[in-house]
């Protein structure tokens, strides 16, 4: 099925260090959303944007719905060991068929 | 509030056996979604209730998966016969109300080994 391009795929960071990681797609969302999954874990949500250019935070993360309405952004700010998981964004379509499509993930470490 | 209860955690079986998997979602939440979740992928969406009423059930391998919601609360998703790709963890997510500002809400998983 139609899946998002999430990038990177992975990430190796120092605690402290900021973080950002994207995604894109050639379909138009009206939704972006962005879900933590820990190991053995189901998908928790983060932040959810329902409007272009939205940018919203939630702690040391920012999320923005970008203008074209076909990407979106997510900015860790200050890491830290308990951000280690991996991070899924999933974006809906518009119009009467309004699927959620998932991107496949980004796998971040943190090293203390 | 009480999240997405799953069970079993882990499940262990043969290929050509069957499995069932549970969920109760968050009370008060209309929508339930099935999700196989395989390693190193994004969820991808199996079954979609509203309700008791089937919404989307597209990408349902039907002729081994089936899933029922009989009082639209309570599910269970069922493989007869197992394959070794079915290998994978199968969420169950619920949402208070279906449209652009939908939030699902996941249970922990059932991690699903078929040998």
């Known amino acids: 099925g139609q899946q998002l391009n999430q990038s990177p795929q992975s990430m190796f960071i120092q605690e402290g260090e900021d973080v950002s990681m994207n995604c894109t797609s050639s379909?138009?969302?009206?939704?972006w959303l962005w879900y933590k999954q820990d190991p053995g874990e189901g998908p928790v949500l983060l932040i959810a944007l329902y409007k272009a250019g939205e940018l919203t935070s939630n702690g040391r993360l920012t999320a923005q719905f970008g203008i074209t309405r076909k990407d979106s952004f997510l900015n860790i700010s200050a890491s830290i060991p308990s951000d280690v998981g991996i991070y899924f964004c999933a974006g809906r379509t518009a119009g009467n068929n309004r699927k959620l499509i998932w991107g496949l993930g980004t796998s971040l470490a943190v090293n203390p | 509030e009480a999240g997405v209860a799953q069970s079993p955690r882990y499940k262990i079986i043969e290929k050509r056996q069957s499995v069932a998997f549970w969920c109760n979602p968050i009370?008060?939440?209309?929508?339930l979604y099935w999700y196989q979740q395989i390693l190193g992928q994004g969820p991808k969406l199996l079954i979609q209730f509203q309700n008791n009423g089937v919404v989307d059930d597209s990408q349902l391998p039907k002729d081994r998966f089936s899933a029922e919601r009989l009082k639209g609360v309570d599910s269970t998703l069922k493989i007869q016969p197992a394959k070794l790709e079915d290998s994978a963890v199968y969420l169950c997510?619920?949402?208070?109300?279906?449209?652009?500002?939908?939030?699902?809400?996941f249970g922990s998983g059932t991690q699903l080994s078929v040998l």
């Open positions: 379909s138009i969302f009206n939704t």
């Open positions: 009370s008060g939440h209309a929508t």
């Open positions: 997510a619920s949402s208070l109300v279906p449209g652009a500002n939908e939030k699902l809400f």
